[in-house]
């Protein structure tokens, strides 16, 4: 079950730099090589402190700009926008370019970095297969890696997403339905909570759905901002479940709701 405590957040800053490449073969594509999507991997510092992380890409557009957010379970989340992007026929290299904000729940602290820390990453990506690389800090150093998830890919319907939800750790009720451009959310109990929000799902590429949300007249009240993925609860065809990462100025909250 979650605990709310462990969503209150503190702020630092963050740099970061990715470098897409292929592997072992020429890029003739005039274009941005394409981050979106689910990964998952690990975060290791320099004196041996592993952590098992996630990571979420999104990109709207063409030019290589991505909102992405990379979070691991134990406390932390870094969230920014991926831009800045060089096309360079030379080295076939797609260059983003990017400041981020790291979120620590409840002091959580990640290989030392304390708040207000600048993490430098620079990442190689391997679209959809890898990213890799190495961070500096003045804390420490250390290596991310992410593999690509195949979820990423999945094909998702509004109707897949419309409906009555439960979320996991409350018991909420949570109901989906399109309205306008978009799928609207509410609920009146989630964490005492009145919830309101939407979901983006404009001829989705991926499994990756912003989200905008707001929680009012309750201890955790805020507006977040982040993504939902589509998954199956335990295998392919049962019950359906949404994932969120949702960052606010203050806080961090996951949440999973299955369908109803």
Not at 75 to 99: C, D, K, L, P
Not at 212 to 226: R, T, Y
Request: hydrophobic share 35%; net charge negative.
């Amino acid at each position: 079950m979650i605990k709310i405590s462990a969503y209150f957040i503190v702020i630092t800053a963050v740099t970061l730099t990715l470098t897409a490449c292929s592997e072992n073969q020429t890029t003739t594509s005039e274009g941005p090589i394409s981050a979106s999507g689910i990964w998952t991997g690990t975060l290791e510092s320099g004196t041996g402190q592993l952590e098992s992380v996630h990571a979420i890409f999104y990109s709207e557009s063409e030019n290589g700009n991505h909102e992405g957010i990379i979070y691991s379970d134990n406390g932390f989340a870094i969230s920014g926008t991926f831009s800045s992007v060089v096309y360079s026929s030379a080295n076939q290299n797609n260059e983003m370019v990017s400041i981020n904000t790291v979120y620590q729940t409840n002091g959580y602290q990640f290989s030392g970095h304390s708040d207000g820390s600048i993490i430098g990453f620079e990442l190689m990506v391997n679209h959809q297969q890898s990213i890799n690389g190495r961070f500096d800090s003045a804390q420490n150093d250390g290596r991310l890696s992410l593999r690509y998830q195949a979820i990423s890919n999945r094909e998702i319907t509004e109707a897949d997403i419309n409906g009555s939800w439960v979320e996991l750790a409350t018991g909420a009720s949570v109901t989906v339905e399109p309205i306008d451009d978009a799928l609207e959310f509410s609920s009146d109990s989630l964490f005492d909570c009145q919830l309101t929000g939407n979901i983006a799902f404009t001829e989705p590429e991926y499994n990756v759905f912003p989200v905008d949300m707001a929680l009012n007249d309750c201890s955790i009240e805020g507006i977040f901002q982040g993504f939902a993925f589509v998954s199956d609860r335990v295998t392919e065809g049962d019950n359906l479940e949404l994932t969120f990462l949702l960052i606010s100025n203050e806080q961090v909250l996951k949440l999973n709701w299955v369908r109803q």
